[in-house]
């Protein structure tokens, strides 16, 4: 569980707003199978250090994700731009809800300063949502791109963004950046919406994916959910053809964790056969690569998966008739 009072703002203020006067849900018993040691290693340590020197902003601890201990001991961080507030208010996520500054035009450096210094060879950046910018934040996103190819050429970039919703033109801006990989998560099934992600709409979601590969073939396309929230399996297993129609390459599959008492409630905890029974199914439909377990999150393993992605592709390519090695 999180503290609802962010007490370092000044002066303190609620970080979910919307959320304040929500009834108290009931907490389900974590399963073994979910639990995580509490971080404190020497190279969790360093990450955090470089992360506070940097004056960044990491979506492991806003979102306060059960990997940090594990991500930032190898020095792996996702960085999220743009500023710790969100201007949305979905119902499962823990980032703080509110009006947000300026954007920190010094930033995009301070990430790539960050990004080298901490040796990264894929790096992840995600960000708040920005609906209060004419962009959406698409321009930030390229400059945080172009910053980092610039301090290291050789690091892959991965981008978990926003659905820049009623921004036109904000995703050519993106794309034109070329990210190694544009990820774009669903978050739920499309019945779950007006509830888990009331700001958002399921099918400009995946129209955004769609229309990554209409811009660039060649770009990888990402996207994931998160279950037991409600959720029918068959409903699972629909998202999983409306991303392939869509050719996303790469779909991953964790469970929801729950943040506080005035949050989304855990309807279930799915248990690991199931969530192996989901990758099995999702490779079976053609998806390049499937990351689905209890603890699967976009950022989990992401340096790893990007080589297997590309791999698979390769192989892919190979197979096709006429296709030379």
């Given amino acids: 569980?999180?503290?609802?009072?962010?007490?370092?703002?000044?002066?303190?203020?609620p970080r979910h707003p919307e959320k304040a006067h929500r009834p108290d849900s009931e907490v389900l018993r974590k399963p073994d199978w979910i639990r995580v040691r509490a971080p404190g290693s020497k190279g969790y340590s360093e990450t955090r250090d470089i992360v506070r020197s940097n004056r960044l902003v990491t979506v492991c601890e806003e979102a306060g994700c059960p990997n940090i201990g594990e991500c930032w001991?190898?020095?792996?961080?996702?960085?999220?731009?743009?500023?710790?507030i969100c201007t949305r208010a979905c119902a499962f996520c823990n980032v703080a809800t509110g009006i947000p500054g300026a954007l920190d035009a010094g930033e995009p450096e301070r990430v790539a300063h960050?990004?080298?210094?901490m040796g990264l060879m894929h790096v992840v950046v995600t960000s708040v949502d920005r609906d209060d910018l004419l962009d959406g934040g698409a321009r930030h996103f390229a400059e945080v791109i172009a910053a980092i190819r610039a301090a290291t050429p050789a690091t892959t970039i991965e981008i978990l963004t926003p659905d820049f919703l009623r921004k036109e033109g904000a995703l050519e801006i993106v794309v034109a950046a070329r990210p190694d990989v544009f990820n774009h998560n669903l978050e739920t099934v499309p019945s779950n919406y007006l509830t888990v992600r009331p700001g958002a709409r399921y099918f400009h979601s995946l129209r955004l994916l769609q229309r990554v590969k209409?811009?660039?073939?060649?770009?990888?396309?990402?996207?994931?959910?998160?279950?037991?929230l409600g959720e029918e399996r068959h409903e699972v297993l629909q998202v999983m053809d409306d991303l392939r129609s869509a050719d996303v390459d790469f779909m991953t599959i964790g469970q929801y964790l729950q943040p506080s008492r005035k949050h989304h409630p855990v309807k279930r905890f799915v248990t690991p056969?199931?969530?192996?029974?989901?990758?099995?199914?999702?490779r079976t439909k053609g998806f390049l690569l499937m990351a689905s377990s209890p603890l699967t999150r976009s950022s989990h393993h992401a340096g790893d998966d990007f080589q297997r992605l590309r791999a698979a592709r390769d192989a892919q390519l190979r197979s096709r008739p006429g296709a030379r090695d």
Wanted: no cysteine; net charge negative; charged share 30%.
């Fill in 214 to 228: 209409e811009l660039d073939p060649a770009m990888f396309t990402k996207s994931g959910i998160m279950v037991g």
């Fill in 73 to 84: 001991d190898k020095k792996h961080a996702t960085f999220m731009i743009m500023g710790e």
């Fill in 114 to 117: 960050a990004v080298r210094t």
């Fill in 1 to 13: 569980m999180v503290t609802l009072v962010d007490r370092l703002a000044n002066p303190p203020r």
């Fill in 273 to 282: 056969e199931e969530f192996k029974s989901y990758e099995t199914i999702g």
